[in-house]
Antibody
Framework: EVLLVESGGGLVQPGGSLRLSCAAS????????VNWVRQAPGKGLEWVSL???????YYVDAVKGRFTISRDNSRNTLYLQMNSLRVEDTAVYYC????????WGQGTLVTVSS | EIVMTQSPATLSVSPGERATLSCRAS??????LAWYLQRPGQAPRLLIY???TRATDIPAKFSGGGSGTEFTLTISSLQSEDFAVYYC?????????FGQGTKLEIK
């Protein structure tokens, strides 16, 4: 069974940093598309970053230069390092598997506020 | 960036009836179009990919159609658990983008 469990969310001041983790089971993060998708409160979905099986990485323009996606194959875990956080980064952050998002975690809430 | 536009924003339908949701892409995405359902407080769930292929364990009451720039999702025999928000998403070109969602509500 595929399972994704996010952690690391919380309250942070503007300009601060957080690192999100996504522990995967039932598949290898190193051999699959793995992603971060976010949803601001009461809003729609936004694809944040993608890590492809060939190690290509993509970011949406809104987070380029501030967020870094990475993975630890030995821990089968996906990460999202978020720096220079802004109020508009407030959202539930989901990790998901696939270029077609077949499996999702339950999400972790990031709140950027002073 | 490919802009995905869903219509209507809200659709009111009675239980037992059929609902048809639309999704338009600002440029062709071929058949690289997926549909997701999101219930309140839950993560989205994949319903349809490749425009018309049902995901694992998705019942036949959900059907997708279209290609290029125009797509539809049809849900027949609506039940209480079907009333939720539906999103379309293109995966033809990065950045992959979602529509703004259609809220399907009980009439």
């Amino acid at each position: 069974e595929v399972l994704l469990v996010e952690s690391g969310g919380g309250l942070v001041q503007p300009g601060g940093s957080l690192r999100l983790s996504c522990a995967a089971s039932g598949f290898a993060v190193g051999g699959n598309y793995v992603n971060w998708v976010r949803q601001a409160p009461g809003k729609g979905l936004e694809w944040v970053s993608l890590f492809s099986p060939d190690d290509s990485i993509y970011y949406v323009d809104a987070v380029k230069g501030r967020f870094t996606i990475s993975r630890d194959n030995s821990r089968n875990t996906l990460y999202l390092q978020m720096n220079s956080l802004r109020v508009e980064d407030t959202a539930v952050y989901y990790c998901a598997r696939g270029d077609i998002l077949t499996h999702w975690g339950q999400g972790t809430l990031v709140t950027v506020s002073s | 960036e490919i802009v995905m536009t869903q219509s209507p924003a809200t659709l009111s339908v009675s239980p037992g009836e059929r609902a048809t949701l639309s999704c338009r892409a600002s440029q062709s995405v071929g058949s690289k179009l997926a549909w997701y359902l999101q219930r309140p407080g839950q993560a989205p769930r994949l319903l349809i990919y490749a425009g018309s292929t049902r995901a694992t364990d998705i019942p036949a009451k959900f059907s997708g159609g279209g290609s290029g720039t125009e797509f539809t999702l049809t849900i027949s025999s609506l039940q209480s658990e079907d009333f939720a928000v539906y999103y379309c998403q293109q995966y033809n070109k990065w950045p992959y983008t979602f529509g703004q969602g259609t809220k399907l509500e009980i009439k």
